[in-house]
């Protein structure tokens, strides 16, 4: 059984930062790739970032110069660190352990002024 939790959402004006974190519990969590992906009213969910447990990452064009993806694999965390926010980034987030069906209960994330 896995849980993942994820925390740091919140309302930010643009051009402002936040950074969002997932704890995850569970065995074998450490060796999985973790992602972070996110869901806007009247969208489908979309990536932002994974990341393998050696590092490796791969991220969607509209994040790359801007949104980091990083994790502590001693505590099973993983961090997407957000700069230069636009209201377009307004969704919620989602972390998943990438190829399962483990998600978090997701994190809004809200850009306006």
């Known amino acids: 059984q896995v849980q993942l939790m994820e925390s740091g959402g919140g309302l930010v004006q643009p051009g402002g930062s936040l950074r969002l974190s997932c704890a995850a519990k569970g065995s074998s969590v450490s060796i999985n790739t973790m992602g972070w992906y996110r869901q806007a009213p009247g969208k489908q969910r979309e990536l932002v970032a994974v990341?393998?447990?050696?590092?490796?990452?791969n991220s969607a064009d509209f994040v790359k110069g801007r949104f980091t993806i990083s994790r502590d694999n001693a505590k099973n965390t993983v961090y997407l660190q957000m700069n230069s926010l636009k209201p377009e980034d307004t969704a919620v987030y989602y972390c998943n352990l990438v190829g399962t069906s483990y998600w978090g209960q997701g994190t809004q994330v809200t850009v306006s002024s």
């Open positions: 990341i393998t447990r050696w590092g490796d990452i």
